[in-house]
């Protein structure tokens, strides 16, 4: 497809399991997002890849999250031992340009992840 | 943080315009300013941004003060579409876009 795909769309996981949250970023886009956002508030910042490298993990909550994008394209957020706290969706977002100012920015849908 | 700032709500009747303000009034002189808009149960899409001059594309134009520490995005003709979580973002010179907790616009048919 043409866009950034994320997947699975929905997760419900039991308090204290690990989950993997995959995103599909539109081919040749440099960097990569991830994103957290509860219900009634705006996307938070959790982390950036530029290629496979990760320039900036500032936003991760706590060492249970972790990213990877190993080959620069697919990426995964990886949440170990969930809690009721992470139940948020979860975006991607990709863009073709590195560290410039004019940026555009190509979301997913998100991953709606509840913990129970 | 997120740097700007947004009314929580607005209303505004179908096929009307929409002027939606915000304020940045810590903006740098290389800061663009970006709006991305968020439907309902959809991740947040590009809408328009600008540096200086006034902006139009085929969703809305951009207004831009001259001291670059206000911006109103104009939606000419409001459609049920347009229902959405209007976000103001200042950019950085990183990549990253912050997003504050944006403008939530109702259409009133």
């Known amino acids: 497809g043409a866009g950034v795909s994320q997947s699975p769309r929905y997760k419900v996981a039991k308090r204290g399991q690990d989950v993997a949250l995959r995103c599909d970023p539109i081919?040749?886009?440099?960097?990569l997002f991830w994103y957290q956002q509860a219900l009634g508030q705006g996307p938070e910042f959790l982390t950036y890849?530029?290629?496979?490298?990760?320039?900036?993990k500032s936003g991760l909550p706590s060492d249970r999250f972790f990213a990877e994008r190993p080959e620069g394209s697919v990426s995964t957020l990886k949440i170990q031992r969930t809690q009721q706290e992470d139940s948020a969706v979860y975006l991607c977002?990709?863009?073709?340009?590195?560290?410039?100012?004019?940026?555009?920015?190509?979301f997913g849908q998100g991953t709606r992840l509840t913990v129970v | 943080d997120a740097k700007t700032t947004q009314p929580n709500s607005m209303e505004s009747n179908e096929e009307e315009p929409v002027h939606l303000p915000c304020n940045h009034s810590?903006?740098?002189?290389?800061?663009?300013i970006h709006w991305y808009r968020q439907l309902p149960s959809q991740g947040p899409e590009y809408v328009i941004h600008?540096?200086?001059s006034n902006v139009n594309n085929r969703m809305a134009s951009l207004a831009i003060a001259e001291d670059r520490k206000s911006s109103t995005l104009i939606l000419h003709r409001a459609t049920l579409r347009d229902a959405a979580v209007y976000y103001c973002?200042?950019?950085?010179?990183?990549?990253?876009?912050?997003f504050g907790p944006g403008t939530s616009l109702s259409v009133i048919p």
């Open positions: 977002a990709s863009s073709p340009r590195q560290a410039t100012p004019d940026k555009e920015a190509f």
């Open positions: 081919s040749g886009h440099v960097s």
């Open positions: 890849f530029q290629n496979e490298a990760q320039l900036d």
């Open positions: 810590t903006i740098s002189g290389t800061d663009y």
């Open positions: 600008g540096l200086t």
């Open positions: 973002i200042e950019g950085t010179s990183y990549d990253k876009v912050i």
